[in-house]
């Protein structure tokens, strides 16, 4: 599955991972949200409801491009730097590229929409 992020005047892809804390996710779009910065490695914003964690790992190590949930938190999480192992984080899945439209100072608006399948 395909989304769309859009950052100011760009469109990054992605690709999900199917997964039930995907499935939940995708019912929630599309989805505008301002996504604040924490810990100079990725850009978080906090969903309208949190998300089934069912039958997902514990926790993950993300890696650079990687979409998350911290569902400690129930938030979504956008990594352009790279960070280590977190209890409570599930992976949705990867930005396809145009990473650098999220490493930026401050918070970033972002409009998050599936791609509708030809």
Known sequence: MKINIKVKDK?????????????????LL??????EDYAKTEKIS??????????APPGSDPAIGDI?????WGNL???????GYANGLVIL???DGGIEAFNVPGSVEVT???VQSQ
């Open 11 to 27: 469109v990054v892809t992605a690709t999900l991972i199917d997964s039930k804390t995907t499935q939940d996710f995708i019912s």
């Open 30 to 35: 599309p989805l505008t949200l301002t996504l």
């Open 46 to 55: 906090y969903l309208p409801k949190k998300l089934s964690t069912e039958d």
């Open 68 to 72: 998350a949930y911290y569902s400690p």
């Open 77 to 83: 999480a956008m990594y352009y730097s790279d960070s």
């Open 93 to 95: 899945g990867k930005i």
């Open 112 to 114: 998050i929409e599936l």
